[in-house]
């Protein structure tokens, strides 16, 4: 009884809501600074001063200098800024090519579908950074090569969530009613099954972004993602390794707090917009 009262309910959906506020006004922070950091800090990010290296934290350097000079905080804005644009780019290719794959199994059935997710489950066995790998040192080090290994290895799920979809809608009254009404395959498909596919495609999109960013750090870590002079978080954490061996631990620690804190903003929102497309899942939450 009292957990069907309204303000009980209020009380138990509370919690979930502050960290959607939460996680919506970091995000909204990163991305501002992000887009503005050129006219907030006019400050060259890749300047090189000898006699200011590994400073710690303080007023003048927020997350202290690394071993050229520059300031942390300045670059981690720039990196941010390249690791959430690849990540973006990214998680739309894969998104493109499994909304691709995933919409030819589940639209024609049949030997088609077999042949297309054995496709999935043969490239799904594959290790996905090694994979990775392969493709950035089969086109050299570049930020097209990143995106394009990113894509191809990160499209099979996107794919098998937009065939479950549609082979559930294709069961559905209404297209029996369409196809009735004497309406044809192309319009059954721009009508009635992009619209309920359309809002999981975006959803998929969304939580890519994180894998993308992960992705891409672990490439740059490695020395194999984006080339040394795009200051992108994974170039930072790499050139940051040879100080924590001098306590310089603010160089390493400061983008990799970043990558976390952002991909972790991106993560919960789109899980809270996953309980709002799923009734499932919300049900779940609400019992």
Known sequence: M????????????RPGHAGTLVAATVLTAAIVACVLAPVLWPL??????LDQTRLPPSWAHP??????GRDVALRALYGLRVSLLVGAVAALVATVIGGIVGGIAGTLGGRVDRLLMRVVDTVAALPHLLLGIFIVAMLRPSLGAVIASIGVTHWLSTARIVRSELLSLRNRPF????ISGGAGRRRILTRHLLPHVLPRLALATTLMIPHAVWHETALSFLGLGLPPHLASLGN?????????LTGAWWASIAPGAVIVVVTLAIAALAARWR??????????LEL
């Open 2 to 13: 009292l957990d069907a009262l309204p303000g009980r309910r209020i009380l138990r959906l």
């Open 44 to 49: 060259d990010q890749s300047a090189i001063s």
């Open 63 to 68: 997350a202290g200098t690394d071993d050229l």
């Open 175 to 178: 297209i029996d009613a369409a």
């Open 236 to 244: 930072m954490i790499n050139d940051g390794q040879g100080s924590l």
């Open 275 to 284: 309980e709002h497309l799923d009734p499932r899942v919300r049900a779940e």
